[in-house]
């Protein structure tokens, strides 16, 4: 195939003659289908606008359906109509010219003017709407023609296509001779090239019949036809068309003819769009509006969105989503079912014809489904063929095998926010019904288990399966170019498990510790008959030296380094974690240092064997020791809940008295707040004081050893606030980042409840009890009103960010990166940034943002000798 | 008392390209006039610093990843 490039698009409109032109057949018969049911002559489904219908041939080009691509016909008005598309554009043409020479409503001097003006943005690739716009503007309010000196009168333009003179209404008729007067030199200043517009075609005399294979009759089960809608309209205006025709050789009076006038323009104009303003739409015999010409492409249902935008493919599948930590980050476990009805195409060569042979002979799993000859025709494999056709294949042919272990597709989950969200996966063949997947890739897709869905793709030809493994293999995402880190690393028990095992200087027995690499690929281990946990860290840990503090850290004055008390102090030497406690911030998605370091110096390869490895591990390790919580796991002691008892009586007592001094004026107003404010402020910052407080009394009685608190300071899941909501106190509720004041407004208060003007905590949304606890009623409901907002953002917020990433994506489709640094648009040439991002530098590749990881280059060239 | 624009902190600085050098510039990015971003006549910097339609300005602006930016716009009415 020989592509052809095109060079330039230009819109023109259609004339009169063009349409005759390029038409097939004049229709005049608003019938479709004989009694035979055979298409009528100069019908809407005339044989020579194309066929539908299998069995018969187009007149036209003699091709049968599938092969005939549809022929144009046409209908003669009776009398001119307005199209609504330029119903506008009409009436400032109308007030932009003389009512009575039709010279644009300029001194030749000024038109020249606005006329250079145009073709200079022309020639500079520019927009010129906004001249145009000057010129309508101007021409408008000028009521005498500065050519034969004619006063104006104002057109008044009502929607969709009615036009008024003063009180005169103008037909269509009228509208068309006046704008067939414009002269060809004035319409430049319209901004319209009279070399291929003229205004008078936006008057219709003829309409374009479009051919049958753009409104495809279908075939109910009753036998019964169902025409299109476009042919239903098509029905409609031939109709009244001929109505028309023959009442005005009849004679019939004015009234009558100007009735059925305005009738066709109805049905002209919902032909062309049945959604425009000030219309009834045309609707169905059911009652459903008529889906017409602008309704097929406009919007999210539309061609453009639906049918170009986006397209339905074939060799995908889509199932649910679940996790499984046996699985490399580079593989997706996929169905057995799924894996027999996908196919990857084999091109049959002498090497590999015998295996292409063995695919046809198999019965089961990896067997073959199809086999194609050389000249397209595809044969279904079942068992009664089998044989035959493995005989048959020759090299030029195709086998289509089943989905195999070790094949390329590429996994995807919507919304398809960055480029992570599709990557390529090695297929796993396993039982069961679901797509199986590390859970360490799960941040880039921002999937989870709670019954997500995903979709899987196969690559068909060894150029996009090269690609596929080259570009988009998960371990050449590790690092995001969104950020400049690793996106995929650990998760939830992925960490809790590490700082089980590193945390301290825990020791594990041979056994155990044999349990726990079982999985992962570690083959030297030095022979011990006890290993600590930081020991068993490091013999997946690749050469590498390292130093940071981990998320535990509590941000002391004065860091202790390695005798940190915390053990929050981590420090790898030549692959060996001597102390520190692996964490969030060391193996976790979006921090994970080690993973950095790992993907850096020794490639994507290598960080993505540290991750398999540490997945494997951690999840052995957090199953092995167990590691589970329940209620009382959040339980306190006696004294702890007597200690926060105080500490937020003592707080509501503050309030109080701000409330009074408040109330007895004497309270100082913060600089810039109003009394009010300032009370609102003070009594929020005292409340939310006394949550800290709490919360510190509560973590201190839990320990370092809860569960909990272990996921909340590893950065495994949740936060020491969710903890001390748990175990302390829930808090002050808010809506709109302030206390509670909704409801009963005219009486002041939030519930019947409460006393009119009630300020105390209780009153305004403040729940002292814990989860544990339990909630009062009051409480509950305050709970619930700052649970809702919280909904309803996040609802806005979707919906607002994906119209917003929409129209982002459509801004910028089309800049690329050039290979001199220069970001350029596509299709103009037109440069946007002399150098990417300013300073050139590909984010993928740069350290967290920056060009240049100082810190690490420093470390290589002096080695860890330093400090 | 006039005020120039370019004592300005938040004004980049803005300087007229020689034409070797508007030559060069072209040459190297291998582009049209037309291709470059436009600035136009009534553009307060450009009066202050006279540079006339055709002419390609130089703007040198401060950058949060470069520390300094080169930009080029063509001047036009």
């Given at each position: 195939m020989v592509p052809k490039n095109i060079a330039a698009i230009k819109f023109e409109v259609l004339s009169p003659q063009e349409i005759r032109r390029m038409s097939v057949a004049k229709i005049t018969n608003p019938e479709t289908y004989d009694d035979d049911g055979f298409p009528i002559d100069g019908g809407l489904m005339d044989l020579r606008l194309g066929v539908i219908d299998p069995g018969l041939r187009c007149r036209t080009c003699g091709g049968k359906t599938g092969e005939c691509p549809g022929h144009f016909g046409h209908i003669e008005?009776?009398?001119?109509?307005?199209?609504?598309?330029?119903?506008?554009?009409?009436?400032?043409?109308?007030?932009?010219?003389?009512?009575?020479?039709?010279?644009?409503?300029?001194?030749?001097?000024?038109?020249?003017?606005?006329?250079?003006?145009?073709?200079?943005?022309?020639?500079?690739?520019?927009?010129?709407?906004?001249?145009?716009?000057?010129?309508?503007?101007?021409?408008?309010a000028t009521k005498k023609c500065p050519h034969c000196g004619e006063e104006q009168v104002e057109i008044k333009f009502e929607k969709p296509t009615f036009y008024y003179e003063g009180e005169h209404k103008l037909t269509p008729k009228d509208v068309r001779e006046r704008l067939e007067k414009i002269p060809d030199e004035d319409l430049l200043a319209f901004g319209l090239d009279p070399k291929s517009v003229r205004p008078e075609w936006f008057v219709l005399t003829v309409l374009p019949v479009p051919p049958v294979t753009t409104r495809p009759s279908i075939i109910l089960e009753t036998g019964q036809r169902s025409e299109d809608d476009l042919t239903h309209k098509l029905v409609d205006i031939i109709r009244i068309n001929q109505r028309f025709l023959e009442n005005r050789e009849a004679g019939a009076p004015q009234q009558i003819l100007e009735d059925l006038w305005e009738l066709l323009q109805y049905h002209v104009t919902t032909y062309f769009d049945n959604e425009v303003s000030g219309i009834p739409p045309a609707k169905h015999r059911s009652g459903r509006p008529l889906k017409t010409l602008a309704q097929r492409l406009k919007g999210k249902e539309g061609r453009f969105r639906k049918s170009l935008s986006g397209k339905r493919v074939n060799f995908s599948a889509r199932t649910v989503v679940s996790p499984d930590p046996c699985l490399s980050i580079n593989e997706v476990g996929v169905p057995v079912e799924i894996a027999q009805e996908l196919t990857v195409p084999i091109y049959v060569t002498p090497k590999n014809i015998e295996m292409a042979r063995e695919f046809i002979l198999r019965r089961e799993h990896p067997s073959a489904n199809y086999v194609v000859r050389p000249d397209g025709k595809r044969l279904k494999v079942i068992d009664s063929n089998r044989k035959e056709l493995a005989e048959m294949i020759e090299p030029g042919w195709i086998v289509e095998r089943h989905l195999m272990d070790g094949d390329v597709v590429l996994f995807n989950r919507q919304p398809s926010l960055h480029r992570m969200s599709i990557m390529a996966h090695y297929v796993k063949v396993l039982p069961y019904k679901t797509f199986r997947l590390n859970p360490a890739v799960c941040p880039p897709y921002n999937a989870d288990f709670d019954g997500d869905e995903m979709n899987l793709h196969i690559p068909q030809s060894l150029e996009a399966q090269a690609e596929a493994k080259i570009l988009m293999a998960v371990q050449e995402h590790i690092l995001s170019p969104r950020f400049g880190g690793p996106i995929v690393g650990g998760i939830h028990d992925h960490i809790s498990g590490l700082y089980l095992l590193t945390h301290g200087n825990k020791v594990f027995s041979k056994e155990e510790v044999l349990q726990f690499i079982r999985a992962t690929d570690v083959k030297d281990v030095p022979l011990k008959d006890a290993y600590t946990g930081k020991e068993v860290f490091s013999f997946i840990l690749p050469d590498i030296t390292l130093e940071f503090k981990a998320e535990i850290c509590q941000g002391c004055e004065k860091c202790k380094k390695e005798n940190c008390e915390y053990d929050a102090y981590v420090i790898i030497e030549k692959g060996k974690l001597l102390c520190g406690t692996i964490d969030e911030k060391a193996v976790g998605a979006f921090k994970g240092l080690i993973i950095d370091e790992i993907a850096r110096k020794y490639g994507n390869s290598e960080a993505r064997r540290f991750i398999d490895n540490m997945t494997k591990l951690a999840i052995r390790v957090i199953t092995g020791l167990g590691f589970t919580i329940g209620i009382d796991d959040v339980d306190i002691p006696k004294e702890a809940e007597e200690q926060i008892e105080d500490v937020i009586k003592k707080a509501e007592r503050k309030v109080d008295e701000l409330i009074r001094a408040y109330k007895d004026g004497n309270l100082e107003p913060m600089p810039g707040r109003s009394l009010e404010e300032t009370l609102e402020m003070s009594i929020m910052r005292e409340l939310g004081k006394a949550r800290d407080q709490a919360g510190k009394i509560a973590s201190r009685y839990l320990g370092d050893e809860n569960s909990a608190v272990i996921m909340a300071v590893s950065g495994a899941r949740g936060s020491m606030l969710n903890v001390t909501?748990?175990?302390?106190?829930?808090?002050?509720?808010?809506?709109?980042?302030?206390?509670?004041?909704?409801?009963?407004?005219?009486?002041?208060?939030?519930?019947?409840?409460?006393?009119?003007?009630?300020?105390g905590p209780k009153a305004r949304g403040f729940v002292r009890n814990s989860y544990r606890k339990g909630l009062s009623p009051i409480e509950f409901f305050f709970h619930a009103a700052g649970g809702r907002e919280g909904l309803v953002d996040t609802a806005v917020r979707t919906s607002q960010s994906g119209y917003l990433q929409r129209r982002m994506i459509n801004a910028l489709q089309d800049l690329k990166v050039e290979y001199d640094g220069t970001v350029r648009e596509q299709t103009s040439g037109i440069i946007v940034q002399y150098k990417y991002g300013e300073d050139g530098v590909d984010p993928m590749k740069s350290y967290r943002g920056k060009a240049v990881d100082v810190k690490r280059l420093l470390r290589e060239i002096v080695g860890g000798a330093q400090q | 008392m006039k005020v120039r624009l370019q004592d300005h902190i938040l004004v980049p600085k803005h300087e007229i390209l020689s034409k070797d050098k508007a030559e060069?510039?072209?040459?190297?990015?291998?582009?049209?006039?037309?291709?470059?971003?436009?600035?136009?006549?009534?553009?307060?910097?450009?009066?202050?610093?006279?540079?006339?339609?055709?002419?390609?300005?130089?703007?040198?602006?401060?950058?949060?990843?470069?520390g300094e930016s080169l930009f080029y716009r063509l001047v036009v009415d």
């Open positions: 008005l009776a009398a001119p109509v307005i199209h609504v598309g330029y119903a506008k554009l009409i009436a400032r043409l109308l007030n932009g010219t003389c009512r009575k020479c039709k010279r644009i409503l300029l001194k030749n001097e000024r038109k020249e003017k606005f006329i250079e003006e145009i073709e200079k943005r022309i020639k500079m690739n520019q927009s010129y709407d906004d001249i145009v716009k000057e010129v309508f503007r101007l021409t408008k909501q748990m175990v302390a106190c829930i808090g002050q509720q808010s809506v709109r980042g302030e206390r509670i004041m909704r409801g009963y407004t005219y009486s002041k208060r939030s519930l019947p409840h409460f006393k009119p003007g009630d300020l | 060069e510039l072209l040459k190297l990015l291998g582009i049209t006039r037309e291709q470059l971003p436009k600035i136009k006549t009534s553009d307060p910097i450009v009066k202050e610093i006279g540079a006339k339609p055709g002419d390609i300005v130089k703007i040198t602006r401060k950058s949060l990843t470069a």
